[in-house]
């Protein structure tokens, strides 16, 4: 833990007293979303001190040109930058002449943030002494509407608190941005139109080289004492911004109020010539039913997606906060209604990595979506991947791959490779098969096999061709090693026969050969066509089982372990309990040789292995590979939390799964990695979501049943939570004395309690001690 200073409290966050050094870390935090646009908790009014500006429209980039000192064949071309755009949160306010400025204000008190996530709104409120004796109270409240997506509401209220006040408004629209990181600098945006009349204002503006159209808008009303003022605004504009300005004397102790509206509407939902049109009708919808009906709206639709997604947990506010803040940014980020968009790993909270999607999405994002929305969503991920198949067989092509093998990238906007780091674009290769056990683990979930005739087949074909081709046969071995890669640890480069990589291409290889036949025997069409296509021949096929079957893996018969890889035992074996706390994290303070060399494990690499196939080994194979491996494991990735809370809840040490799931739930709240101030990590809160569920609730599925153990940490009374299970939902209430179940469906379900089959009938309450 860093930092300490978020209130517990079972639905908000709340900050109190006012301190420029977290100003940056809270914008993080108090970070608002709706699935098609978001932003960081900003101050609308001008801010002088650090702060780090964004604002930024789902699916939006820029193919920024890579940029490394040594060249090397295969790098992707560029590095996708996801782009601050054009803002239009801006209220800049003066009284009397002076600006409110909080960094420079003579006082700030009683300053308070509060991000409710119930409802979905983030407030803020403080009193302001001003240089020149003024004394103000703010009180600010910001949403993005879920049901009108393309539209944000501000609620900007100015009580003079000892004299009578000239209060000027300036709301702006500002299209003069630029992205915290870039490579080259390049301008990113290019404004072609800025225009106002009696309907609002509006920038529109497109990003140079992908030509995404936008038009930024927004429409703002003066109210004194909740009347509404006939004030026309005087306005500004030059080439790149509009200001709809206001002023008006306020008595003191009186409130003079804004209220603003603004979005974006781009080329992706309406054609690009009527972006103009299309914001003048959302911002005429949102205006007729008014900033109150907009809120209330608000509200109904987060509690329709708490009603699903809530986890419960009594007896510990701080464990509650932190799960709920998870399954909040997750469905401020991606709500699944757009089968275009996917997961990025900051969200809408900050530009860190780029790109849209990486493997967390697979491994770690769509059970939780699969089971709080249902099966649509988590399909329409899958095609997501299947709509770039001819991207990824690109993406191997330029590595010398042939004969349409695939390798997915590591991060993409568009199906295409972006990440400009060798050791990860060319090595951690792994991720190809988080693509296929994603395609496993939907049908094992839902029962759908149709989407694997239908389109996941030819997915699993390119992927096996991928790990026939990057396998070689070793003379010395006298079987196949898959050699130069990065595993999961990414603490270990360029490292021979990484266990887990090895282990995930035999079983995609297996995976593949096994839906071949299924769909042969029972999909005659589907068959026909997927055979063709690919061109696949029975000589082909034979080859491949030859290479799964004839894989290398290390173990270590000292240990009775299998090795992260071929030189893991070459290390100095020390472990984290020896380190300095003060050189925490080591990709902070050591340097990457230094790293390299140690035995320390980033994230879970071998024990994620044992956690996607966890029913391929014993009980006891578990314990000794956990016991050996975790000692090693720093944790200092955001994805290693929840694995090891999941694995630690199954071997019954519920205690070290609790830290766990105390560190993978408040990550960010407690910036346990000292980077918060760059954008919270969206795609590990779905881990977080796991650790609860999957960890102490000690969800499975066994042969197409739903099957539980679940484990209670000591000072927990109960949680609870819902599934969504092939379109029934079941509620399960965990405490010390019983597992309570309940279902809300039309057909009775068999599930699984401690290997012992329980019969639910429909709307039926189930106690099992």
Known sequence: ??????????????????????????????????????????????????????????????????????????????????????????????????????????????????????????????????????????????????????????????????????????????????????????????????????????????????????????????????????????????????????????????????????????????????????????????????????????????????????????GDIKGQQGIRFNIFHLNQTYLGTDARLNIGPKGFTGEKYGGSTYWDTEAYCIPFYMATKDQHVARNLLTYRYNHLEKAIENADKLGFKNGAALYPMVTMNGEECHNEWEITFEEIHRNGAIAFAIYNYYRYTGDYSYIPEKGLEVLIAIARFWIQRATFSKEKNQYVILGVTGPNEYENNVNNNWYTNYIAKWCISYALENIQKVKESYDTDYTRVMNKAKLSEAEMQEWKAVAENLYFPYSEEYKVYLQQDGFLDKELITVEHLNKNQRPINQFWSWDRILRSPYIKQADVLQGFYFFEDHFTREELKRHYDFYEPFTVHESSLSPCVHSILAAGLDKIEQAYKFYLRTSRLDLDDYNREVHEGLHITSMAGTWMSIVEGFGGLRIHNGRLSFSPSIPRHWRSFSFKINFRGQILKVVVNHEETQFELDGEKELEIEVNNKVVSIQPNDHVKIA
Request: net charge negative.
């Open 1 to 314: 833990m860093n930092q300490d200073y978020i209130k517990p409290d079972n639905w908000s966050l709340i900050e109190e007293g006012f301190e420029p050094d977290r100003v940056k870390s809270s914008e993080s935090l108090f970070s608002l979303g709706n699935g098609a646009m978001g932003q960081r908790a900003n101050f609308e009014e001008q801010y002088s001190g650090p702060t780090f500006q964004g604002s930024y429209i789902a699916g939006v980039y820029y193919p920024d040109k890579t940029k490394v000192g040594w060249w090397k064949n295969g790098y992707p071309e560029y590095f996708a930058k996801v782009l601050n755009a054009p803002s239009w949160i801006g209220i800049d306010v003066s009284i009397n002449g002076e600006a409110l400025d909080l960094f420079n204000c003579k006082q700030v008190g009683n300053f308070r943030r509060e991000l409710n996530m119930k409802e979905g709104w983030y407030k803020r409120s403080f009193v302001a002494t001003l240089n020149n004796n003024f004394e103000v109270e703010v009180c600010v409240l910001r949403f993005l509407s879920l049901s009108h997506d393309e539209v944000g509401a501000i609620r900007y209220e100015i009580t003079p608190l000892n004299a009578e006040a000239q209060i000027e408004f300036n709301s702006y629209i500002d299209s003069g941005i630029k992205n915290e990181d870039s490579n080259w600098d390049d301008k990113f945006w290019d404004v072609f139109d800025v225009k106002t009349d009696d309907e609002g204002a509006f920038i529109q503006a497109r990003t140079m080289k992908t030509h995404f159209y936008t038009c930024t808008f927004m429409d703002s009303l003066l109210y004194l004492e909740n009347t509404e003022l006939d004030h026309d605004p005087t306005v500004t504009q030059n080439s790149t911004q509009v200001i709809f300005n206001y002023t008006v004397n306020v008595p003191q102790g009186q409130t003079v109020k804004l209220i603003k509206y603004g979005g974006y509407t781009v080329d992706r939902n309406h054609d690009k010539y009527e972006l103009v049109s299309a914001a003048k009708v959302a911002l005429s919808q949102v205006k007729t039913l008014g900033f109150d009906a907009l809120l209330n709206e608000q509200k109904q639709a987060w509690k329709d997606i708490w009603d699903m997604a809530d986890i419960t947990i009594e």
